[in-house]
């Protein structure tokens, strides 16, 4: 009997078979379609599983080995590669699986592998992430080691301005303050590394445009179709899979104990390993192997004194590369640019490099205090940091968007009013001024030197400050002889001529000063007791006079004020 009618008489049973034979063909029927759907079930499942994604394509594993060590470990692939959606919208995003398996079966792709079709971070990481609501500040230690012989530690501690809010609220700031508003830009290159063009929108709809002026594009040949909205994944690009550059591997393992930070020139050697170029993983092994006996040739007092520590240093520095180098699929630390940041790639100098202006020559700020607060740099033997928290006015000066491009050309008396400036521009860390986190560092893609930035700022740079000092006061004290020079050293850094002056307050000229700030007056001539710059000088102040100074000011009150 052929196969066609047996299966016709089993579902079709003849009239007065038994009841079983009547109802198998039922039951069978209901387990293959059980087995169709859980098995179905199963498929779909398994296929966005991370283990499906990390080992079933052979060009994925160095994409599985970082993800298992990032802070997604714990989310499926498909929830940020196929978003979440109805099982209907999710098949529809998935059917781009099937060039990617005809490119695989034909071995067409090409090395290194790069996502070239990622959903939106609305349809994938604000599911979890609310940009709004992540407002708070916080505080980030990041830990370093010398390339010397005692691997010196040193901590960076950073506030930074996470920000987020609403528009619509009026509490948009900070870093989230890109998600909350619309911005949109132009990119030139796969990796969106170059960014010539920067559209800000308005709350009316209206935009303003900044273009990079070392660039020579041409903002009336943009293309509309073009513009990329900017979203998380503009610069939490790497948040998954990161391949860690080789210095910042060695720091985070010799902090977190993994290689001994005791071992003399343990830093500098790993480092050195591992940024060597090697044509095979076995030669990088063998290689991070030989430090050991470089150590019993050239420092056998230390390797004797700290053999145990070197080997298992060694193990951890070739987990390292096995992390961050993969030869069949061509990649390693510089194959992915992280955008979080801006000292190892580009990252937030793509816009915030201080060469992108508007009509106005105005650039997107590349204040280091926009996003965070100013590094503090704190030395291991340091028993206490103190961070700094700008919260006052800030000078006339400060408020020009090209102020960190030319602010050391206009360092003056008044900074100290602020700001301790020993060592203006050095690395000794003995003053705001003096940062080894700032000046210690080479800022590549910064646009501090660039030409035409050079020449568009030179008009803006504010008038040279006079080298004034407080007088020595001889006589009785007027505005003329003492007065208004003392103002002018310690008051008109911030309290000047303009909108920038707090409540209005311009202590510049003799009649701005009587006529006190928008609240009235702020000097009651013979009476400095309810005068409110002597009651402001007596407590803490941004710029505080000292004791003879303010005895001189209450002094010029009782006789009248004076101006001659």
Not at 7 to 25: M, R, Y
């Amino acid at each position: 009997m052929k196969l066609r009618e047996r299966i016709s008489k089993f579902f079709h049973p003849a009239p007065g078979s038994p009841g079983w034979v009547l109802i198998l063909p039922y039951a069978v029927l209901i387990l293959l379609f059980i087995g169709v759907t859980f098995g179905g079930i199963h498929t779909w499942e398994y296929t966005n599983s991370p283990e499906f994604c990390g080992t079933a394509c052979h060009t994925m594993p160095p994409q599985d080995v970082v993800y298992k060590e990032s802070p997604h470990a714990n989310v499926t692939c498909e929830e940020c590669h196929i978003g979440r959606a109805s099982f209907i919208d999710q098949a529809m995003r998935k059917t781009q699986g099937i060039k990617e398996t005809y490119y695989e079966v034909f071995k067409l792709y090409e090395y290194p592998i790069r996502a070239k079709a990622l959903r939106p971070s609305l349809d994938t990481c604000e599911k979890c992430h609310r940009p709004e609501t992540f407002s708070d500040d916080s505080l980030r230690q990041i830990n370093h080691f010398a390339s010397d012989r005692e691997n010196t530690a040193s901590s960076v501690y950073l506030i930074m301005k996470t920000g987020g809010g609403d528009a619509r609220e009026g509490n948009a700031r900070g870093i989230h303050w890109h998600i909350t508003s619309k911005v949109q830009y132009y990119s030139d290159d796969e990796l969106s590394q170059t960014i010539p063009y920067v559209r800000v929108y308005n709350d009316d709809g209206t935009f303003t445009e900044y273009t990079d002026v070392e660039s020579g594009f041409d903002p009336s040949t943009i293309d509309e179709s073009q513009l990329k909205q900017m979203d998380c994944v503009t610069c939490h690009n790497r948040v998954t899979h990161n391949f860690k550059e080789p210095s910042k591997s060695v720091d985070q393992s010799m902090s977190n104990g993994l290689i001994d930070p005791s071992i003399p020139f343990i830093r500098q050697k790993a480092v050195e390993a591992l940024t060597t170029k090697y044509a095979t993983r076995d030669e990088a092994v063998k290689a991070i192997a030989d430090i050991e006996e470089e150590y019993k040739r050239n420092l056998f007092d230390v390797y004797s004194q700290n053999g145990e520590k070197i080997q298992q240093a060694i193990v951890e520095i070739q987990a390292i590369y096995d992390r961050t180098v993969f030869h069949d699929q061509k990649i390693d630390w510089e194959t992915y640019p992280n955008n979080l940041g801006h000292i190892d790639a580009p990252g937030c100098f793509r816009c915030h490099d201080g060469k992108h202006l508007n009509a106005e020559n105005e650039a997107i700020r590349l204040e280091c205090n926009v996003c965070h607060a100013i590094p503090v740099t704190a030395n291991a033997d340091d028993f206490v940091t103190r961070i700094e928290i700008s919260r006052g006015p800030e000078p006339e000066t400060h408020l020009n968007p090209n102020w960190i491009s030319m602010h050391n050309q206009t360092l003056g008396p008044s900074c100290s009013n602020c700001h301790n400036t020993k060592d203006p521009g050095g690395t000794s860390n003995t003053s705001f001024c003096s940062n080894s986190a700032c000046h210690g560092n080479v800022f590549t893609y910064a646009g501090f030197d660039a030409p035409a930035l050079r020449e568009i700022i030179k008009s803006q740079l504010p008038p040279p400050e006079p080298a004034l000092e407080v007088p020595v006061l001889t006589g009785e004290p007027t505005y003329e002889n003492y007065i208004g020079t003392l103002f002018t050293v310690k008051c008109t850094g911030c309290h000047t001529e303009g909108d920038a002056a707090p409540e209005g307050l311009d202590l510049s000229t003799y009649a701005a000063i009587m006529k006190g700030s928008e609240n009235g007056p702020v000097i009651i001539a013979n009476d400095p007791t309810n005068s409110l710059l002597v009651q402001v000088q007596s407590v803490d102040h941004f710029a505080n006079f000292t004791l003879d100074e303010l005895t001189n000011v209450i002094n010029w009150i009782i006789a009248g004020t004076p101006e001659n």
